[in-house]
């Protein structure tokens, strides 16, 4: 009796072991681990100003899960010094010597697709437009809100449409601040391909209020005396207009373009941004863009800043860069931004960046 009840107990642990291996495996192929790690050096040459040097780090860990066949779900961690456009973490700058990098969560969301090709995503997200380049804002923004997005696959054509609702800053006693954005593009082709599409940026509650974040745009003092105060002068409705094109060969070529008008500035309200690269044989690649942004064409507090001497807006310059994959997923990357911090009057910049990335 004994033996039977022993040979029945591990029986059923190792059939409970089996089954529990079976259920482990099963949530482990549901979930997908990826992430980054690159150091950087940096040099920053102005006028007026002693040249800077940095070395900067990098980190991101993202996991990314199937909760079913209709829901997708994203988590992202990332080192970050307290910046909404920038993940990198200057060494020796944070506090203490050798004092640990702080770690942010930058994605935290969930997809949920009710019906083919129809997709709503929540939280706080990855753009979930098309974005060719960065000439609106910095790649490392991470919007918060709602998107509405639509793929529709055809034979020789992709269509895409978009609509957010994304909150910038909660108040108490006011209005939030928030962005509204719509899309639609469309590519033709396969591997040699032609893409082009429209986006509105629509800004509500930016005019006559204090600056977000760090900020470049125009501002206009209201109130007298100790009550005065700078606040931004202009609301941002910004309409884009993008195109790219890829060439499919022995040493692959893009080339593209976006154009961006602030309907609501007055002045200074136009920005433009041409950019071209190529993969060539052997692991090398470069490429190259030039950037063209007036005072308020763009909302300076999410634009991208690092290479014109944190100058989001009102500058203008060239940016090319080459780069060459060592190993699977190991590259290191030369850039060298010169161009002019402030369009009309402004002071030369020139900003060095190599780059010793790896991917997992």
């Known amino acids: 009796m004994k033996k ?9 642990m190792m059939v409970a072991g089996v089954a529990t291996a079976q259920e482990k495996a099963s949530w482990t192929d549901s979930i997908k681990a990826s992430g980054d790690a690159r150091f950087r050096f940096q040099n920053t040459s102005e006028d007026g100003k002693e040249d800077r040097e940095r070395w900067r780090f990098r980190g991101r860990v993202k996991l ?7 829901v997708k779900a ?3 961690l990332v080192t970050n010094a307290g910046d909404p456009i920038s993940d990198n973490i200057t060494m020796g700058g944070i506090g203490e010597p050798f004092d640990d990098a702080n770690v942010v969560m930058d994605r935290a969301n969930f997809t949920w697709t009710p019906v083919e090709p129809l997709s709503l995503k929540f939280g706080k997200m ?3 437009w098309v ?7 910095s790649g490392d923004a991470s919007p918060e809100g709602i998107a509405l997005n639509a793929k529709l696959g055809m034979e020789s054509a992709t269509l895409v449409g978009h609509a957010g609702a994304f909150v910038l800053k909660e108040r108490k006693a006011d209005d939030e601040t928030t962005l509204y954005t719509g899309q639609i593009a469309a590519k033709f082709g396969g591997k040699t391909y032609v893409m082009i599409g429209g986006t509105v940026y629509a800004y509500d509650k930016i005019e006559g209020y204090e600056p977000l974040s760090a900020n470049n745009n125009s501002t206009m003092t209201i109130g007298e005396g100790d009550d005065a105060m700078d606040v931004i002068a202009n609301e941002f409705m910004l309409v884009e207009g993008f195109a790219e094109v890829g060439i499919d060969m022995a040493t692959p070529v893009k080339i593209g373009a976006q154009y961006l008008v602030n309907t609501e500035a007055n002045d200074d309200d136009t920005a433009y941004l041409g950019y071209a690269s190529i993969k060539l044989p052997a692991g090398f690649s470069a490429g190259y863009q030039y950037r063209h942004l007036e005072k308020d064409s763009t909302f300076s507090g999410l634009a991208e800043s690092t290479d014109f001497g944190n100058a989001g807006v009102d500058l203008k310059g060239h940016v090319p860069y080459v780069k060459y994959a060592i190993s699977k997923n190991f590259s290191v990357k030369a850039q060298y931004a010169v161009g002019q911090k402030g369009i009309d009057d402004g002071k030369d910049v020139e900003t060095l960046k190599i780059d010793l990335a790896c991917k997992f």
């Open 4 to 12: 039977l009840v022993i040979t029945g107990l591990m029986t059923g």
């Open 64 to 70: 990314k899960a199937k909760v079913n066949d209709q």
């Open 74 to 76: 994203e988590i992202r």
């Open 126 to 128: 990855g753009q979930p």
């Open 131 to 137: 974005a060719v380049n960065d000439l609106v804002m």
